[in-house]
């Protein structure tokens, strides 16, 4: 789907959105890709769909990215069930264990009138919160069939709609929900394609889109409404927290950053004009490195190029790597992810190599440092990003391929690849409260959590409970003293930077 502002105007959102799903993407690259390393991708599961037309696959298609939960088995959303029609629907929830057993977890399917009120279309991957659930939006579906914000038991029971996009009247509080990110105070974000205001600039759409914070306890806030002005922009694509706390995501062609405490937005950079016609157009969100800058995709329509860029917090050192590709047709480039190596991962699909790769890029240069191929069999026509398990493996999904049986035919998998990096090493980045006696319960906060072995206060053992990948709950052991928390997981052992106070009561 093209995140071109100008050309949301001229279809639905929710449409474009459909021709994204359906769409077989395709990038020629200028420069000599690295030959395909030695390892290869392997099929976790395959997606079977029968092979006659206007049929339903039951258990979807076309799936997005994975989430690992706490349980450390795999999680994720198809987009879609129906097949052979020119308004597909439906989509579900399942689970995929590292050994490749899929579970089914939920089918979002039509009321006896037709109507989606559980949800269509699910948006993008899932996300596990602080109180042991999977939460997760569709682009369509809802009350008034904008979209929703839903939550299911990693079991699959107590699916719920937490809450129903555009609210009668005024869609004041957004339509067609992109994406989801846990933050820092456990809360959820994310963000709306259309909706919030009924701005001139966004008429068509309801509005230019939102910002929205989802508490459990309290329910959805909307924090920000674009006005498609060349001040804000809109149609924003996904937000990341940076290690500041401040939001940064992009919308159209800008980055900006938003500031939580005192909901303010500033455009960070605006993507140069090319050739006076079209700007070039952001079209990933955000991913913050350990080095600390922000870096993402852009998409320039009047070329049909596509590169990377990196931009600092602050604003400062906007950079644009050289163009590694042609785009073909309608193509969304994914969130990069940092792996333990320290390069950008993410997977393209390219006409020399139909099927697609996987692929590592610097963050110095952009170049591609490694790639995987797809080869139709374990998988084809990559679209969403790839995520480093806490074993060091890679695992991600493609939109077709794959090897099934029975008569069927293969409609995405579910893949693994190890492509030789380490387990990644947890990140202390704080906790709360900063003190307490024995027995108190603490949250730690920060990254790669996932399959934590140990927890200690100043060196002594404590109980824990491992939330998600960015929380960790802990009680002070008996015995501790005033001291640094550390964490360990399989890529070893983190300590805090900061101490923590045991009280004496």
């Given at each position: 789907m093209q995140n071109s502002f100008a050309l949301k105007q001229a279809q639905p959102a929710a449409s474009g959105l459909r021709n994204r799903a359906l769409a077989f993407a395709a990038l020629l690259f200028i420069a000599t890709l690295p030959a395909a390393q030695a390892q290869t991708i392997t099929q976790l599961f395959s997606f079977p769909c029968p092979v006659q037309q206007f049929?339903?696959?039951?258990?979807?298609?076309?799936?997005?990215?994975?989430?690992?939960a706490s349980d450390g088995n795999f999680y994720g959303a198809a987009q879609l069930t129906t097949i052979g029609t020119s308004?597909?629907?439906?989509?579900?929830?399942?689970?995929?264990?590292?050994?490749?057993?899929?579970?089914?977890?939920?089918?979002?399917?039509?009321?006896?009138?037709?109507?989606?009120l559980n949800g269509d279309n699910p948006a993008t991957g899932l996300v596990e919160a602080n109180d042991g659930f999977l939460y997760g939006t569709t682009f369509e579906g809802g009350t008034t069939n904008n979209g929703v914000l839903f939550r299911i038991g990693k079991g699959g029971k107590?699916?719920?709609?937490?809450?129903?996009?555009?609210?009668?009247?005024?869609?004041?509080?957004?339509?067609?929900?992109?994406?989801?990110?846990?933050?820092?105070d456990g809360n959820l974000y994310g963000v709306t394609l259309a909706g919030g205001s009924n701005d001139v600039a966004c008429e068509a759409l309801s509005g230019c889109g939102t910002i929205f914070q989802f508490s459990p306890a309290a329910g959805l806030t909307t924090l920000f409404r674009f006005d498609g002005s060349s001040a804000q922009g809109g149609s924003p694509v996904g937000l990341t927290q940076g290690d500041d706390g401040n939001f940064y995501g992009t919308a159209g062609g800008e980055v900006f950053r938003f500031t939580p405490s005192g909901l303010s937005f500033k455009v960070l950079a605006r993507f140069p004009q090319v050739d006076g016609v079209l700007p070039t157009n952001a079209d990933s969100g955000l991913?913050?490195?350990?080095?600390?800058?922000?870096?993402?995709?852009?998409?320039?329509?009047?070329?049909?190029?596509a590169q990377f860029y990196e931009i600092n917090p602050s604003g400062t050192g906007f950079h644009e790597f050289p163009a590694i590709?042609?785009?073909?047709?309608?193509?969304?480039?994914?969130?990069l992810i940092e792996g333990s190596d320290g390069n950008l991962w993410t997977a393209f699909t390219q006409p020399h190599f139909a099927n697609?790769?996987?692929?590592?890029?610097?963050?110095?240069?952009?170049?591609?440092?490694?790639?995987?191929?797809?080869?139709?069999?374990?998988?084809?026509?990559?679209?969403?990003?790839?995520?480093?398990?806490?074993?060091?493996?890679?695992?991600g999904t493609t939109e077709g391929g794959g090897v099934v049986g029975g008569g069927e035919q293969p409609s995405g998998t579910v893949w693994t690849l190890d492509a030789g990096l380490a387990a990644p090493a947890s990140l202390v980045a704080g906790f709360n409260p900063a003190s307490g006696v024995n027995g108190a319960r603490v949250l730690i906060r920060g990254n790669h959590f996932i399959g934590t072995t140990a927890v200690t206060f100043n060196g002594v053992s404590a109980t824990f409970r491992v939330l998600n990948k960015n929380f960790i709950s802990a009680t002070v052991p008996s015995g501790a003293t005033s001291g640094t928390i550390a964490v360990t997981n399989a890529g070893g052992t983190t300590v805090s930077a900061e101490s923590f106070t045991v009280l004496i009561p």
């Open positions: 049929s339903t696959c039951p258990q979807g298609y076309a799936p997005n990215a994975l989430l690992q308004e597909p629907h439906g989509g579900t929830l399942f689970k995929v264990t590292p050994a490749g057993k899929f579970t089914l977890l939920f089918t979002f399917a039509a009321d006896a009138p037709g109507h989606y107590s699916f719920s709609v937490v809450h129903s996009f555009c609210a009668p009247g005024d869609c004041s509080d957004g339509s067609s929900p992109q994406s989801l990110i846990l933050g820092h991913t913050q490195s350990t080095n600390g800058k922000l870096y993402g995709g852009v998409l320039t329509y009047s070329l049909n190029q590709g042609k785009l073909a047709v309608d193509f969304r480039i994914s969130n697609g790769r996987v692929l590592a890029i610097s963050p110095d240069s952009g170049a591609v440092v490694k790639s995987f191929l797809f080869r139709g069999a374990n998988g084809s026509l990559p679209m969403a990003s790839v995520v480093q398990a806490a074993d060091g493996k890679l695992y």
